[in-house]
């Protein structure tokens, strides 16, 4: 009896969802601003992660 009862319950179960992820897209960085002044470093907001000159 508890066989069965294990073997129900595993086989209803749902099958794991399908494996999805977002493509990244990397850009050269343009030249030196006229301004002279350089992001160096790291920022991350909620949606985008900004790299410069590391």
Request: glycine content about 8%; overall charge negative; proline content about 7%.
């Amino acid at each position: 009896m508890l066989c069965a009862a294990a073997s129900a319950v595993l086989l209803a179960q749902t099958p794991p969802a399908r494996l999805e992820f977002e493509v990244a897209s990397i850009k050269p960085s343009v030249a030196t601003p006229a301004s002279g002044q350089v992001h160096v470093g790291v920022q991350i907001d909620g949606a985008q992660f900004h790299c410069g000159y590391l």
